[in-house]
C-alpha cells in the first residue's frame, strides 16, 4: 500500500501564544506541509503571519467568534486549540464544528479522514489544594494506569468543570477528542 500523500486540514487556535506558535513553526516544517488555517484577533496578528509564512491561511476572531469556530473546525482534519483552555464557549463551538466535519466525513464515503480535536489544557487540574503550602504531593499519574482517577478528579480544581465540559460534548457528537496536559508552559 502506497503512503497517503493526503496534506491535512488543520485548523490551530492560539497561533500568536507561546505554545501555538511554536506548535505552528513546527506543523510548517513538515513535508507535505499541511494545509493551516490560524485563528488570529486582528488583522495586524494576520498581516505579520502571513508575511513571514505565506502558505499559512488565517481567519479573524476569536473564542468568542461561535460562527467562525464552527466553520473553521468543520473544514479541519484536525483542529489544535492552544488558545485559552479555560474558554468554555469557545471550545464547545469548537466541538460542535468538529461534529459537523465528523457527520461530513462519513457521508463522503471516506473521501475524508474523520476529523480529531485536540485540546491543549494544563496539568494545574493535579494540584492537590492540600498540599499548596509548599508541600509535596506523593502522587504520581500515569496516562496509562490513572485514567478513571484522572476523569474523576474534583470538578472545583482548574481546568477540570471545562474538560468534562469538552468530553461529555465530544462523546455526545462523537467527536474524536483528546486533551493534551504538558506539565508547564512558561513564556517571556
Do not use: W
Not at 516544517?29 to 493551516?36: A, F, G, M, N, Y
Not at 460562527?67 to 482534519?77: F, M, N, P, W
Not at 457527520?103 to 489544557?121: C, D, H, T, Y
Not at 478528579?153 to 468530553?167: F, N
Request: aromatic residues 4%.
Amino acid at each position: 500500500m502506497a503512503a497517503s500523500t493526503h496534506s491535512p486540514k488543520i485548523f490551530l487556535t492560539g497561533a500568536t501564544g507561546y505554545l501555538g506558535g511554536q506548535l505552528l513553526l513546527a506543523l510548517l516544517s513538515l513535508s507535505p506541509t499541511p494545509q493551516i488555517t490560524a485563528l488570529v484577533r486582528t488583522s495586524a496578528q494576520s498581516a505579520k503571519l502571513t508575511s513571514a509564512y505565506p502558505s499559512l491561511h488565517t481567519v479573524t476572531g476569536d473564542l468568542d467568534s461561535h460562527s467562525t469556530l464552527v466553520g473553521e473546525a468543520s473544514k479541519a482534519d484536525i483542529v489544535i486549540q492552544c488558545a485559552d483552555c479555560d474558554h468554555e464557549a469557545g471550545i464547545l463551538s469548537i466541538v460542535e464544528g468538529v461534529a459537523r466535519g465528523t457527520k461530513e466525513a462519513a457521508a463522503s464515503n471516506a473521501s475524508r479522514p474523520k476529523p480529531v480535536l485536540i485540546q491543549v489544557s494544563g496539568s494545574a487540574n493535579l494540584v492537590d489544594p492540600a498540599y499548596v503550602d509548599g508541600g509535596a504531593d506523593p502522587k504520581v499519574y500515569s496516562d496509562r494506569d490513572s485514567v478513571a482517577e484522572l476523569a474523576a478528579l474534583p470538578a472545583d480544581r482548574l481546568h477540570v468543570a471545562v474538560e468534562r465540559a469538552m468530553v461529555a460534548a465530544a462523546e455526545k457528537e462523537g467527536v474524536d477528542a483528546l486533551i493534551l496536559a504538558p506539565g508547564m508552559i512558561f513564556g517571556l
